[in-house]
């Protein structure tokens, strides 16, 4: 049973067009994350939920959503993408002070 | 100055010797500290976890923290070619952020 898992792994799509990367952890975990890492391995955090409120937004642009159904589940919605947003976007989940889990990662490929 | 920063590398050690991985954080009020491992095209892997002052065995992994230098580190002992991925530091931060390094890359020559 996958702890974190994230849909879909791989996702090729045009400039302009919108996505969305779905998460979903059974943990029991309250806080989610995801975090965008570039060519360069660099991990960098972009949100954070905790029991489904966002409780961290870095500095990215406002053409990136996260949305948290439920304390489970936090999904990323990217409208009009750029070249620029092709990166390996990771989910994962901790409870409060403790270790994360990741999932698989989503690459995604804008052309 | 980044939160959490490591040596980018690559450092590269012969099988058999150890390899020492060092972090420094600047958030005086971080209390959390992870070492993970990453291979290519996979996602992190949590290796080790350090809380408190002092060194912390798991196998061949030793993670040392010193809160008053603000430093972390990560030995492995008896390298393998299998160990071979690139190593990330983290913290959490006084602000519940959990921040990562940009990772040291480890290779361990047969």
């Known amino acids: 049973d996958t702890a974190v898992s994230q849909t879909p792994k791989y996702l090729v799509t045009q400039m302009g067009n919108d996505k969305s990367i779905k998460c979903e952890q059974n943990?029991?975990?309250?806080?989610m994350y995801w975090y965008k890492q570039d060519s360069k391995k660099f991990l960098k955090i972009m949100f954070s939920y905790n029991n489904k409120e966002l409780i961290i937004n870095e500095t990215v642009p406002n053409r990136f959503s996260p949305k948290s159904p439920d304390k489970a589940h936090l999904n990323l919605h990217i409208n009009s993408l750029e070249l620029g947003d092709s990166a390996v976007y990771f989910c994962a989940s901790s409870q409060e002070g403790i270790e994360a889990f990741f999932g698989q990662g989503t690459r995604l490929t804008v052309v | 100055q980044k939160e959490v920063e490591q040596n980018s590398g690559p450092l590269s050690v012969p099988e058999g010797a150890i390899a020492s991985l060092n972090c420094t954080y600047s958030?005086?009020?971080?209390?959390?500290f992870f070492w993970y491992r990453q291979y290519s095209g996979k996602s992190p892997e949590l290796i080790m976890s350090i809380y408190s002052n002092g060194d912390k065995e798991d196998g061949r992994f030793t993670a040392q923290l010193n809160k008053a230098s603000q430093y972390v580190s990560l030995l492995i002992r008896d390298s393998q070619p299998s160990d071979s991925a690139t190593y990330l530091c983290?913290?959490?931060?006084?602000?519940?952020?959990?921040?990562f390094g940009q990772g040291t890359e480890l290779s361990v020559k047969p």
């Open positions: 958030d005086r009020g971080s209390q959390s």
């Open positions: 983290a913290a959490i931060n006084q602000g519940g952020k959990l921040i």
């Open positions: 943990l029991g975990h309250d806080t």
